[in-house]
């Protein structure tokens, strides 16, 4: 890649980094020189503009990685995220959102092996020795590269790592200051949106089960009646309550009710489509909204849960049991439910009418 290609008046070696002069300046080189480091300053604080109110990690790094490579005319610009449980959840959630960005997991100890326990910006200007650190796709093209640790929490928890085919951009000795400047930046919005991220986790998640809370429920069921009105996308569900939840606590503890509950929750999310979502309603009761279903395949696939798990065992401890429970359907499709309210009051009610008929049938056989 040509040194001369400019970007905002900028040379493409001098990026992120001001030139280290050699001997006296005079007037006209230091009045070039802090242009150029007033334009690459300008550029960092419009990059922290742009995804300082992002609301989502995958929206952030996405953006983020996006603007570094074309604001300084990168060939690649990628995240090294270290293996620990917070990066674990990190990716997941990134994962969920649909992220573009995927990072690239290393081990802590190598991650630190190769960088030093640094937090200023490492520059390499052979990068072949640091292949871990590039995803396999890239590792033959890139000439020079420089890692800016990411810090969370007072922890190293990887780097932004900005890459070029020029062997020359990126040298050991060169001035990092602006670098080191972005680094901190990424830190501080990646550590935000992440926090926030956390706390919405916890308003709208269930913290036993995992699923999302009626709270979120809410939410969707709104939502999915919406594209229903305007686009006449169906919108169905199921109303499911376990039958026997007071007798499981009562004869082998809350622990065992506990691992129960876990136990339809994923048995469910396993059974159902990508575009389908569980929801813990409360206690032992759970909501499956089904985009695009109609009362019909809601009502099959209802079935579906019932035959899956009359032939599935819960196993707790010495115990094995086969989980009870009643459901009822509700959808969009049906005259005057057109409300999250109502779409789940109908379910509900059909539920109840399930369980009486099952204890009229139960009553009948004895």
Not at 115 to 124: E, K, N, S
Request: proline content about 4%; aromatic content about 8%; overall charge negative.
């Amino acid at each position: 890649m040509a040194t001369t290609d400019n970007y905002d008046g900028v040379t493409e070696h001098n990026h992120l980094m001001p030139l280290s002069p050699e001997g006296s300046l005079d007037l006209q080189d230091l009045i070039e020189h802090a242009r150029r480091n007033e334009k690459i300053a300008r550029t960092l604080f419009e990059i922290e503009v742009e995804v300082m109110n992002l609301s989502d990690s995958a929206s952030f790094l996405d953006r983020l990685t996006a603007l570094v490579r074309t604001r300084y005319a990168l060939d690649e610009v990628w995240l090294v995220l270290t293996e620990i449980d917070t990066n674990n959840q990190l990716c997941a959630a990134l994962a969920e959102q649909g992220a573009l960005t995927t990072p690239l997991k290393v081990p802590a100890v190598d991650f630190i092996r190769h960088i030093g326990d640094t937090r200023l910006p490492v520059l390499l200007d052979q990068p072949k020795r640091y292949r871990q650190l590039i995803p396999p796709e890239i590792r033959q093209t890139i000439g020079s590269m420089a890692i800016l640790p990411l810090i969370m929490e007072d922890r190293i928890v990887g780097g932004l790592c900005l890459g070029t085919q020029d062997a020359s951009r990126y040298q050991p000795d060169m001035e990092s200051f602006f670098l080191e400047q972005l680094g901190v930046k990424v830190s501080i919005g990646l550590t935000s949106v992440w926090a926030r991220e956390q706390l919405r986790e916890l308003a709208t998640r269930d913290p036993l089960t995992g699923l999302r809370n009626r709270r979120d429920l809410d939410d969707a069921i709104g939502q999915g009646l919406s594209r229903s009105r305007r686009y006449g996308q169906l919108l169905s569900l199921l109303f499911i309550d376990l039958d026997d939840f007071k007798k499981v606590n009562d004869t082998y503890g809350h622990d065992c009710g506990d691992a129960y509950l876990c136990f339809i929750a994923n048995e469910c999310q396993w059974l159902l489509r990508e575009d389908d979502s569980v929801y813990r309603f409360a206690g032992d009761e759970f909501v499956v909204l089904l985009p695009n279903q109609n009362l019909e395949s809601a009502r099959l696939i209802g079935q579906r849960l019932t035959e899956h798990f009359q032939q599935t065992e819960f196993h707790w401890q010495n115990h094995q049991f086969k989980a009870r429970f009643s459901w009822g359907a509700a959808s969009s499709e049906e005259p005057g439910l057109n409300a999250p309210s109502s779409l789940l009051r109908m379910a509900d009610q059909r539920l109840y009418e399930q369980k009486r008929m099952q204890k009229a049938q139960a009553q009948s056989n004895i």
